[in-house]
Structure formats: C-alpha cells, structure tokens
C-alpha cells in the first residue's frame, strides 16, 4: 500500500467514524481533508481487473483525461488522476500548466486562512475511481449529496457540493480561493482538487450549453445555457435539474445545469441512486 492510499484509507476510517469529517475542509481543521466520500468496498484490484472497455453509453465518450473508463456490470467505472488538464496558479510553479492568477477577482488568494492556520496547497494526483449507474433512474427516497466528490466533470475533475467543511454555502473565503478556472485543491494532506461552480475551461472549450460532467447518481451535467437562455436556479427543480431533450438524449433524460447562482450544481441531493466514489 503506498502512502497516498493509506492516506485515503485513513481519511476513509476518518469518515466513517466522524460524521463531521468533511472534505471541503477550508472552514475546518486539517484532519478534515481528505474524506467525506461514499465508503464502499470496491477494492483497487477489481477496478485493475477491468479489461480495456466497449459499450459504455455513448455520452460518456466525451470523458477525456482519465485513467479508464469501463463497464461493469450496471455501472460506469471511470478512474481519474484529478489532475486538471488546464493551468492552474495550484500547480506548483515550476509546473509546466502553472499560471499565476488571471482571472477577474481582486481578492483572489491562493492561501486560505482555516481555523488551525494558513494552507496555501499546491493540488497532488488523486486515485480516484467512481461507480455511476450505467441506466441512471429517479429514485423514489432521494439523496442529500456528501462532503467530498459529487460527481466528475468530463476532464476527470472532481465535483463537490456547494458547501464547505463547516458544511455551511461557499461564502467568500472559499470564492476567493477559486482559480481562473473556478477550481481549487483541499487542503493538505489530501489537495484533491474540485470544481463547486461552474467549470469555466469546459464552458468556454466545450461551449456553454455543453455536457461537462456527470453527478453520482449518472446523470449528466450540462453547461448554464440552454436553447439560448442562461438558466438561473430558480429555472429549474429543487435538486437542480429537470427533464428534457439534450443533443447527447435525443429521448430525454433528467439533467442537471451548472447556474452562476448558488447552489451552483446540485440543490438538495440526488434526484437518482447515486453510485459510489473511492479513493
Ligand atoms: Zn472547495
Ligand atoms: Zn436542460
């Protein structure tokens, strides 16, 4: 076991024993960092054991920087390094993708004051592997989302909920410490780094009505505009979607859309079962 998954091993008994230990840890302590995942008992040797896949459903064909993506059985099975495939002022500086902040806010810091102190991370690959359902389905008793990944945006970034590790709406501390692409790492030991908001590099690569990620429950994410509007939260339903036609569901399906207004990508959970994410 090497020691990033003893880490995770250790975050995961963290999580399992301390309903407090969240992830998103940048209001709370250090030891917060790494955990608030789904705990399953997918082990690293079955997700290895994956051959070479086919047959995934066609709209994950537009996943790219990631390990692998699979079928097995009734799940997608992708794994990701989380490392973002654009700049970043997080990867340290002698990255060839770092790249001092560029962005629009003033009040931009890459140091963040948490309670024990400063953390100014420099973000670290990830392994991550996430189970989503393979025929996604409303479920009948629906999900809060948790601390820690929600969800994976189509560059194999992790998605988190709009909360923080004091499990209160992002205020302007944690704004303050989102990258010119809206993505910032935890803070140390786990520098997982996320998207709470809109993923700017995919909005403006892939186009802003774009399919960008998928939450845990498998069904899509897509950029804020839709048929020439920008969508507001108030446009859509309480877990932040709503059904309909997409280019990539030309029956429809449920859907979810990132807005610039809170609660950015998910309101109050899942609108389907979610799968499972390990690390
Ligand atoms: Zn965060
Ligand atoms: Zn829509």
Known sequence: MNNSKKMALIA?????AMAACGTDAETSTATDSAAGKSDTTAGDAAVQDAAAGNGLPAPYNVIYNV????????QVVVRTKDLPDHKSPFYGKTHALYEAYNGTNPNFSTAI??????S????????????????PKEATTKTATSLGPIGMAINGII???QYNGAKALLDSLEINNLDQYNGHPTPSPSLQYHYHTEPLYLTKTKGEGALIGFLLDGFPL?????GGKRLKSADLD???GHTGVTAEYPGGT???????????INGDGFFGTPGTVTK
């Open 12 to 16: 995961s008994v963290c999580s399992v």
């Open 159 to 161: 998605l988190f909920n």
């Open 222 to 226: 897509y950029g804020p505009v839709e």
């Open 120 to 135: 100014d991370p420099i973000l670290a690959a990830q392994n991550v592997t996430f189970r989503f359902p393979k025929n």
């Open 238 to 240: 309480k877990y932040h």
């Open 113 to 118: 004051q948490l309670p024990n102190g400063t």
């Open 254 to 264: 449920y859907h979810y859309h990132v807005t610039d207004d809170a609660p950015w």
């Open 67 to 74: 390990e692998s993506a699979v079928i097995e059985g009734d």
